[in-house]
């Protein structure tokens, strides 16, 4: 099993800056692709952005030049810089890792940090 610990959610106003981490852990596992989603309440869950274990990233339209995905292999840590928020980006944030163990992959969730962004 891997465990993922978001941390870096809150309150901020429009324009501000949030940094979310979340750190994996896991005895036996290798961490490999990781992500960040984001949901709000009645809609479906979205992509955000993904981060492969070479640090080759994707994002979603939506947030392109804004939000910035990064990792520290050594420390199973995932991070999500935002910026320029927008109180549409008001969700909850989710972060996701594939674990590999013994050659086969497995998917897993955090537990979600809320984001609000608004004056």
């Known amino acids: 099993q891997v465990q993922l610990v978001e941390s870096g959610g809150g309150l901020v106003q429009p324009g501000g800056s949030l940094r979310l981490s979340c750190v994996g852990s896991?005895?036996?596992?290798?961490?490999?692709?990781m992500a960040w989603y984001r949901q709000v309440p009645g809609k479906q869950r979205e992509l955000v952005a993904t981060?492969?274990?070479?640090?080759?990233?994707n994002y979603a339209d939506s947030v392109k030049g804004r939000f910035t995905i990064s990792r520290d292999n050594a420390k199973n840590t995932v991070y999500l810089q935002l910026n320029s928020l927008k109180p549409e980006d008001t969700a909850v944030y989710y972060c996701?890792?594939?674990?590999?163990?013994?050659?086969?992959?497995?998917?897993?969730w955090g537990q979600g940090t809320q984001v609000t962004v608004s004056s």
């Open positions: 996701y890792a594939v674990g590999i163990n013994s050659g086969r992959k497995y998917q897993y």
């Open positions: 896991g005895r036996g596992f290798t961490i490999g692709d």
């Open positions: 981060i492969t274990i070479t640090r080759s990233s």
